[in-house]
Structure formats: structure tokens, C-alpha cells
């Protein structure tokens, strides 16, 4: 009968404790490291942990027979785990990126009538030749996604430095897939923050006097924001761009006419990407005009 072996648990902290000496800092920084490690025992007599997470992925390494069968060796995989709808989608996404003809298991691949202690495993054991091959896991009943590589490697009596490489180069290459994506847990809105802030004071008497003077016109691209929204609301979204950022005076100044070119929101935030100085309107206009002109001829 199949047991679960205690030395399996220390063979898996010890490839653990290799792993984070070899980890680059740099690519580990996007995921949260697990710290106060929890090894446990797999329904498939052996163990699994956590080596780092983000959002609702996990990277996790286990060591059991849930690739050979009920009564075969146990194996090594390593890969990312998912439980969530939203992990599960992200490492389907991934699992296409990587190879769009990855091999697939799922839940036609997984049995009940062979369960070890009331679980799950496989109907047929994983080939020889798709070991060390990235393949998908997709459980629909258990409602589990793996991304992940079921190890040749055999060390089980001595501590897997080979493995630990192995590990450590999947996660480098592969991890990425989920880091660049959007986080799978967003944080939290509306709690209360208390902001201090140096900033210069502006003259909002001069400003508002300038907009009424020429209208809410913007300076680049034209739109009069009145057409669109209507006078009550148009004549107030109107801002005043500074040629000369507040920041570069050296010393407090009165504000002239020149200084100021009134545009609308996006040709603002445009302006201070371009960081063009007092030619920035100008430059931005010209683009304007090239890319409405192109547009048009199509």
C-alpha cells in the first residue's frame, strides 16, 4: 500500500532553501514570496508548497505519483497553480502564449473510480516523452488550472541542486506571462490617506479671466468643447497649460498672457508628454494636423 514519506517533506524543504539562494531578486520583486512556508501532504501520497504568489497565481513545486499512477514512482512537477475563474483564465492565456499545440489534460484525463482517498487521479499515467514538456492542466470539476512541467529528474535521496536550476530557469522564462498581464487582485478603493504636498501657487483670478477674454477653444486641436457638451458644462473644462512650467521659476512672478495656452483635457496630457518647452503647442499642433489629414485620405 502506498504511504506518504515524512523524508519526502524534508526533501522538498531543502529544494526550497536552493531555490531562494538561486532566485535573481529582480525577477522574484513582482511576486509576493512565501515566507512561512506550509508543506502539505497531496492526495496522491506525497507533498506540495508554495514558493511565491501573485494575485490568485501561485508557483508551486510537488513531489508524489500523480503522474505515474496509483502505484508508480513519485514524480516531480513545478509550475503555476490557479483556483480562481480569473487565475484559471490568466494561465490559460499564458499556456497559449508559451505553445499554441501544448498538451492538454483534463477532466476526460482524470478518473474517480481509481481515487486515492476519495480523489482524483489519472486514468493513464503521463508518457515518458511529455515529461520535462510544459503541459496545461485544466480541471473543470475541480475547478484548478496548472501550468507546469513534470520533472525526469529522479533525485530523491539526496538534495535536487539539478532540479533547483530546472526550477529557477522555468520560473525565470515563464513567469513574465503573468507579471506583464493586469494583477489578478486589484487593490483597494476609497480608504482614507493623508497626502502632504509642497506645490507653487497659481494665480486662478488671471486664469479664469483669460478663458472668458478667449473662449474655451483649445489652442491645439481646436475643439471648441461648447459644440460638444453644451456652454454650462463645456466653458468649465477648459485648462490653462503652462509654456513655462511653475516649477522652472526661480522665483514668484506675475502672470502674463503668453505664458498660457488654454486646450482641452487630452491635448494637456498630451503637452506633458511631449516635454517640449514653450514649442510643445505648436509641435503638438502640426501632429494633430498630419494624423486628422492621414485619416481622412483613407
Request: proline share 5%; with cysteine; hydrophobic share 35%.
Amino acid at each position: 500500500m502506498a504511504v506518504t514519506r515524512p523524508e519526502d517533506k524534508d526533501l522538498l524543504t531543502k529544494l526550497f532553501d536552493e531555490v531562494d539562494e538561486l532566485m535573481d531578486p529582480k525577477i522574484r520583486s513582482p511576486w509576493k514570496r512565501v515566507r512561512k512556508r506550509q508543506i502539505k501532504r497531496t492526495d496522491t501520497d506525497g507533498w506540495h508548497g508554495e514558493l511565491a504568489r501573485n494575485g490568485g497565481i501561485t508557483f508551486e513545486v510537488w513531489i508524489d505519483r500523480w503522474a505515474s499512477g496509483k502505484d508508480g514512482l513519485r514524480q516531480w512537477w513545478y509550475g503555476f497553480a490557479g483556483e480562481t475563474p480569473m487565475a484559471r483564465r490568466a494561465i490559460a492565456e499564458a499556456a497559449h502564449c508559451i505553445d499554441p499545440e501544448i498538451r492538454v489534460l483534463n477532466d476526460e484525463a482524470q478518473t474517480r473510480s481509481l481515487s486515492i482517498r476519495g480523489h482524483t487521479s489519472l486514468a493513464e499515467k503521463i508518457d515518458l516523452e511529455d515529461f520535462d514538456e510544459i503541459i496545461w492542466e485544466n480541471y473543470e470539476w475541480e475547478r484548478t488550472a496548472f501550468l507546469g512541467v513534470f520533472s525526469r529528474n529522479r533525485s530523491l535521496n539526496n538534495p535536487p541542486y539539478l532540479l533547483a536550476d530546472e526550477i529557477v530557469e522555468f520560473f525565470s522564462t515563464h513567469s513574465a506571462e503573468f507579471v506583464d498581464s493586469e494583477p489578478l487582485i486589484y487593490p483597494k478603493e476609497g480608504q482614507d490617506k493623508v497626502v502632504t504636498h509642497l506645490r507653487k501657487e497659481r494665480s486662478n483670478s488671471f486664469v479664469r479671466n483669460m478663458k472668458a477674454a478667449q473662449g474655451p477653444a483649445c489652442a491645439v486641436c481646436r475643439t471648441d468643447p461648447r459644440e460638444i457638451y453644451g456652454k454650462e458644462v463645456g466653458e468649465t473644462i477648459v485648462d490653462a497649460h503652462h509654456l513655462i512650467p511653475l516649477k522652472d521659476c526661480k522665483k514668484p512672478r506675475r502672470p502674463q498672457r503668453q505664458d498660457f495656452a488654454l486646450v482641452c483635457p487630452n491635448c494637456h496630457r498630451a503637452l506633458h508628454r511631449l516635454k517640449s518647452g514653450t514649442s510643445a503647442v505648436s509641435v503638438l499642433r502640426r501632429l494633430v494636423k498630419r494624423n486628422r489629414a492621414r485619416n481622412e485620405a483613407k
